[in-house]
C-alpha cells in the first residue's frame, strides 16, 4: 500500500499534466486505511527522479493552485464510478492530500 501511496503522490507533484481525480481519491482512501505518509519518505526521491521530477521543488501552493481542475475532474469523471460503500466528498478527500503533501514537502 505504501508502494501505491508513494506513486500516487509522484503523480500528484507533477508527473500529470492534466489533473486526475482519482489520485487524489486514492491518496484519501490510503490514508484512512492506515497508510502512514512519512513511511513513504525513503522511497519518493528515487521515485521522483526516475521520472525527472525535482521533489525539492514541490509545493502545496503548486497543487492548491490546481484545486478547480481536480474538482472539476472528480465530478466529471469520478463520482459515477464510485458504489455509494466507498463515496467520499472532494472537499474531505482534497484536506486528506494537503495534508500529505505537506509532509512530502517539509
Same mark, same amino acid.
Given at each position: 500500500?505504501?508502494?501505491? &501511496?508513494?506513486? @500516487?503522490?509522484? $503523480?500528484?507533484?507533477? !508527473? ?6 482519482? /489520485? ?19 522511497? &519518493?526521491?528515487? @521515485?521522483?527522479? $526516475?521520472?525527472?521530477? !525535482? ?6 501552493? /503548486? ?44
Amino acid at each position: 500500500m505504501e508502494e501505491i &501511496l508513494a506513486e @500516487k503522490i509522484r $503523480a500528484l507533484a507533477g !508527473q500529470r499534466r492534466f489533473a486526475i481525480s482519482r /489520485d487524489v481519491y486514492d491518496i484519501h482512501q490510503l490514508i484512512k486505511r492506515g497508510v502512514v505518509p512519512a513511511a513513504v519518505l525513503p522511497v &519518493l526521491p528515487r @521515485k521522483f527522479e $526516475a521520472k525527472g521530477i !525535482q521533489i525539492d521543488a514541490v509545493r502545496v501552493s /503548486d497543487l492548491e493552485a490546481r484545486r478547480l481542475q481536480f474538482e472539476t475532474d472528480w465530478h466529471r469523471r469520478l463520482t459515477y464510478l464510485l458504489p455509494r460503500s466507498q463515496s467520499a466528498s472532494f472537499e474531505d478527500a482534497w484536506e486528506t492530500v494537503l495534508q500529505v503533501m505537506q509532509v512530502i514537502a517539509k
